[in-house]
């Protein structure tokens, strides 16, 4: 399926082509080898907005992904995700491309949950992971969080679609959060960049890193900067791959707060994948390590998951 603008109420399971799934055994060993790195923020804060044109989606501002693909090549795409995802008509090429490039409906369905059950991200420390276009992050960001780290699987995504949409949405214009339910774009898209006046405060709280979970664990785990656990990780759509479970239960153990909670958003279960929420839940029990709670169910479409997630020996 070709990738589509945000909408949640689209069927937007991730698809493999045939070849993706003939060659998925033998790409099963080359998994979780990404190495991690740390993105650095640029000083002159306009020069990320260059040439981006901004839709809007509950009053969040975000990269319009479509003018990506038309534009985005040679040293701004050095791993060649755009052209990969674009000529193959796929929104997964495993090893290569997780997703970044397109906003998962699921992502909708965690933002619509931290309204309803008033998550309070007010300093707080948060992960964002696999955050893809940082929607979730940057709802934390404007929430007073502490602190607010980006990961995605791909450098490109992080630095020509999650760190525009930060410096887009915390700019001294930048609008709170609006109450809107229906996840379709509130207005028109703008035809020129937002201006980045105000963003460099909102950007010290925060920092962005690429590469496969475990990688980035360890740089974070070994980095010279202190790094605290996290007291909030948020992920959507990260559980279609069973392959990735283990490296995703080991970061979520290593860089959870021990008081610590994970919110993540899911389909049931991803057709053409074989991933989905509750043979996640029951990888988790077999590990016995976290104890999980399912706070909200979403029957619209394909069924949808919010899970709880804490240490069982938390407080």
Known sequence: KSRETADPA?????????????????????????????????????????????????????????????TCSGDADSEGIVAKSVSSHSDLIPGVYEGG??????????????????????????????????????VALRGEAARVHFQDYNSTVIDEITLPNVVANCSSEGRRMGSGKDGKASKRPSKKPRKAEGSADVLDRCRFFSGEWSQVS?????????????DIILTSETIYNPD????????????????????????????????????????????????????????????????????????
């Open 244 to 315: 990735y479970y283990s490296a995703l239960h080991d970061t979520l153990a290593q860089l959870l707060d021990r008081n610590g909670c994970v919110y993540l958003a899911s389909k049931v279960h991803y057709f053409g994948v074989g991933g989905g929420v509750y043979l996640f839940k029951k990888f988790i029990e077999e590990k016995n390590v976290f104890r999980t709670s399912m706070v909200k169910t979403i029957d619209q479409g394909l069924q949808r998951c919010i899970m709880e997630i804490t240490f069982k020996n938390s407080c």
């Open 101 to 138: 490039l397109k906003i998962w409906e699921c992502t909708f369905d965690l933002m619509d949950y931290f309204s309803e059950a008033e998550i309070e991200f007010t300093n707080k420390t948060v992960l964002d992971l696999g955050c893809g276009a940082g929607l979730l992050g940057i």
């Open 218 to 230: 360890q740089l974070l785990l070994n980095s010279n900067k202190p790094c605290s656990k996290y």
């Open 10 to 70: 689209a069927d937007s399971s991730p698809k493999l082509t045939a070849a993706e799934h003939r060659d998925e055994a033998a790409s099963k060993k080359k998994l979780c080898v990404k190495a991690a790195k740390e993105h650095s923020i640029p000083e002159d804060l306009n020069k990320i907005l260059e040439n981006k044109v901004m839709e809007t989606v509950l009053d969040l501002s975000y990269v319009k992904l479509s003018v990506v693909e038309m």
